[in-house]
């Protein structure tokens, strides 16, 4: 009697490979396979998890890899190429032939001889459950469940903390632009313009109301399309956001600022030609400006939510910080403008009604400005 008996040995695509590679196809983002495994092992498992689509198929063994690093290059500078059979020699050169292309190149390695291809990558990834200490220690990121569905999810979290910077930033930016106005008219008037907003307001302004909302908006979730879009290739200060910040956000809450500046004068009895009035007026009118660009930093804090979208799109209380963080910067103007002390201090008082009705115009002011720039871009 024979006893015959086979033994088979699967080892599957995780769970989720197939949608991670679908995300990094929407998201621009190439990839390729390269094991040591047999050519149609290799196969077998691209095609399951989709990185092998249609007849344009690229299966190459490590051996016949071309011996020049340019046309290896322009060989795998492709999407879902594969590449079996390979020795850590050839995921060295792979590395370094994709990153003389101008391509950020993402490496997997988890053996002590992946080191140097890990090394050579702009972005070196180590297996953190069956990777070597070697691997680990020569790789830019480790994955703590070896799972290539978390490289996707970092991607996704690097683009939107990218985003957040520059919606801090822009947020910043377009309040220096009222707060220097000022400055730049009085000089301009050889000091005959009085000086809306002075030194210690604009601390107040910067460490005082609007530090919440910033934090707020670094903290920002990921938009959902945000691995629907090619990679960005613009560096966090480019023409964009200055021509948002200074061209466009910051005039406007400038302009609405020095309005409600001259409104409190004019409500006053004050006409053009005349000297401005000191005193209490002063004082009000300067508390008219400090509002009024509180009042158009809060509403620039939703409009920097998006690059293309008006605030009202997105949505006002999805972001439940960056709404706690508004109110917050308005009861931190209430508390500037009525607690006695602290008004005395930063030289202003409680605007005046016809201030006020003024300064209150910088909310819409602001949104439909941000609005029109996103329609026009």
């Not at 989709?50 to 299966?59: A, S």
């Not at 006053?268 to 009118?285: C, E, H, K, V």
Request: with cysteine; proline share 6%.
């Amino acid at each position: 009697l024979t006893l015959l008996g086979l033994v088979a040995l699967e080892d599957p695509p995780r769970q989720g490979a197939a949608a991670a590679i679908a995300a990094c196809r929407r998201a621009g983002i190439r990839v390729a396979m390269v094991t040591g495994d047999h050519p149609a092992t290799a196969q077998a498992i691209a095609r399951e998890v989709g990185l092998l689509e249609g007849d344009d198929e690229l299966v190459v063994v490590g051996r016949t890899l071309p011996a020049d690093d340019g046309v290896l290059g322009a060989l795998l500078d492709r999407d879902g190429a594969v590449v079996a059979r390979v020795s850590p020699e050839d995921k060295l050169r792979i590395a370094r032939a994709l990153c003389q292309r101008g391509h950020v190149v993402a490496m997997t390695g988890d053996g002590v001889n992946d080191a140097p291809a890990l090394s050579e990558a702009a972005i070196g990834v180590a297996m953190g459950r069956s990777g070597t200490d070697v691997a680990r220690e020569a790789a830019d990121l480790v994955l703590l469940d070896d799972d290539f569905a978390t490289i996707v999810a970092a991607i996704e979290q690097g683009r939107s903390t990218f985003s957040n910077i520059r919606r801090f930033l822009t947020y910043h930016l377009t309040d220096n632009v009222a707060e220097l106005t000022p400055f730049v008219v009085w000089a301009l008037s050889g000091g005959r313009f009085p000086l809306a907003i002075g030194v210690l307001q604009i601390l107040a302004l910067d460490i005082g109301t609007d530090i919440l909302p910033a934090l707020a908006l670094g903290a920002e979730p990921p938009a959902a399309d945000v691995l629907d879009r090619p990679p960005i290739r613009h560096h966090l200060l480019d023409r964009r956001l200055f021509t948002r910040a200074f061209g466009v956000l910051g005039p406007v809450e400038a302009a609405v600022s020095l309005a409600a500046f001259l409104a409190v004068f004019i409500a006053s009895g004050w006409r053009p030609g005349d000297a401005f009035p000191l005193g209490a007026t002063l004082l009000a009118a300067s508390g008219a400006a400090f509002t009024a660009v509180v009042l158009g930093q809060a509403a620039n804090a939703f409009a920097c939510r998006s690059t293309v979208r008006p605030a009202w799109q997105i949505g006002w209380t999805t972001n439940r910080l960056l709404l706690g963080a508004v109110m917050a910067e308005l009861g931190m103007l209430a508390v500037f403008l009525y607690f006695p002390p602290l008004a005395d201090l930063l030289d202003q008082a409680a605007p005046s009604l016809a201030g006020f009705a003024v300064a209150l115009v910088a909310i819409p002011a602001v949104l439909a400005a941000d609005a029109l720039h996103k329609a026009a871009r």
